[in-house]
């Protein structure tokens, strides 16, 4: 059972940066955090939980949601088994519980049924 353990959040003001970190265990036998793509998604209160990033396990090709791009920036450490969410010239529009997930597929898909795993999820709260 692959396990995701989240850190970093917290609150900050508009134009701050923060990097959220997930660390991932409990991979079956024969497979490594490698084989995973690796997304971000987030969840304002009273919304959905959207997509806002990926990173492909293949070649560590790059999604984004438009609302992040050219602010969010996701990067990988296979060594380390772990993903990271740097964010700058964050909005009070971030404010979210963020999560990170894994998808065994490695297509790194913007659609958050593909993910069959889930960290704990991290609070942001950029304040004006």
């Known amino acids: 059972q692959v396990q995701l353990v989240q850190s970093g959040g917290g609150l900050v003001q508009a134009g701050d940066s923060l990097t959220l970190s997930c660390a991932a265990s409990?991979?079956?036998?024969?497979?490594?955090?490698?084989?995973?793509?690796m997304g971000w998604f987030r969840q304002a209160p009273g919304k959905e939980r959207e997509f806002v990033a990926a990173i492909r396990w293949t070649d560590a090709t790059a999604y984004y949601a438009d609302s992040v791009k050219g602010r969010f920036t996701v990067t990988r450490d296979n060594a380390k088994n772990s993903v990271y969410l740097r964010m700058n010239n964050l909005e009070p529009e971030d404010t979210a519980v963020y999560y990170c997930?894994?998808?065994?597929?490695?297509?790194?898909?913007?659609?958050?049924?593909?993910?069959?795993?889930w960290g704990q999820g991290t609070q942001v709260i950029v304040s004006s």
């Open positions: 997930a894994a998808d065994r597929s490695g297509l790194a898909a913007p659609i958050k049924t593909k993910y069959g795993y």
């Open positions: 409990g991979f079956a036998s024969g497979l490594t955090f490698s084989n995973y793509a």
